[in-house]
Structure formats: structure tokens, C-alpha cells
């Protein structure tokens, strides 16, 4: 089974940028979709973005203009971007995807911070 491994979350101030990666242990190429979602403490886990096989994206509003999903499939790796940080962005930001067959595959995790 595909195993997935988020890295590239840390600390960062408001405004400032950070790029998330999900590195995938087993080709993306096939995989109906990919997303980002985000879990803060006391909250249920969230829709971040979502990038399907055929390069349509979908996000959250509170996100949108500020993050970005992409995917490199030569390196099995998706990416989220985000932009113009906010405090509200703070939280475990964990990466998912659809195989062909419908199973969904989650990562471990991977904590932002944003400091005000």
C-alpha cells in the first residue's frame, strides 16, 4: 500500500510563506485525487485543497488566493503552498489521496504555526 510523508511544516509570522510536501511512496499518476487538509486543536479536520487527476482544484475559502496545489508526478510528490499566513492557519496539516480503486491513504501529519 502507497505510504504517504508530509514535511516541510515548522514556525512561520504572519504574512510569511511555507511550502508543504507529501511525498508518496508509490506512483500519483493514477490517483483520482490528491488534497490537503488541516486539523486544529478542538477542531475537526478540514478541506484545505484538492487537486483531481485531471488538474482540477478545489479550496476552502478561507484559503483561496493565498494557497496552492500542485503536484509533481515525476517525483510523486504533491505540494501545498501557502501565502499571506495567517494565526488562523495554525494547525496539523495532513495529506490525502484517492487511489484508483477508491481507497483513501493518509499521511501523518505535518504542524504549522503561525505566530502574530
Known amino acids: 500500500q502507497v505510504q504517504l510523508v508530509e514535511s516541510g511544516g515548522g514556525l512561520v509570522q504572519t504574512g510569511g510563506s511555507l511550502r508543504l510536501s507529501c511525498a508518496s511512496s508509490g506512483s500519483i499518476f493514477s490517483m483520482r485525487t490528491m488534497g490537503w487538509y488541516r486539523q486544529a486543536p478542538g477542531k475537526q479536520r478540514e478541506l484545505v485543497a484538492t487537486?483531481?487527476?485531471?488538474?482540477?482544484?478545489n479550496y476552502a475559502d478561507s484559503v483561496k488566493g493565498r494557497f496552492t496545489i500542485s503536484k509533481d508526478t515525476g517525483k510523486n510528490t504533491v505540494y501545498l503552498e501557502m501565502y499571506e499566513v495567517k494565526p488562523e492557519d495554525t494547525a496539523a496539516y495532513y495529506c490525502n489521496v484517492i487511489s484508483g480503486t477508491g481507497l483513501s491513504i493518509w499521511g501523518q501529519g505535518t504542524q504549522v504555526t503561525v505566530s502574530s
Open positions: 487537486l483531481t487527476r485531471s488538474g482540477s482544484t
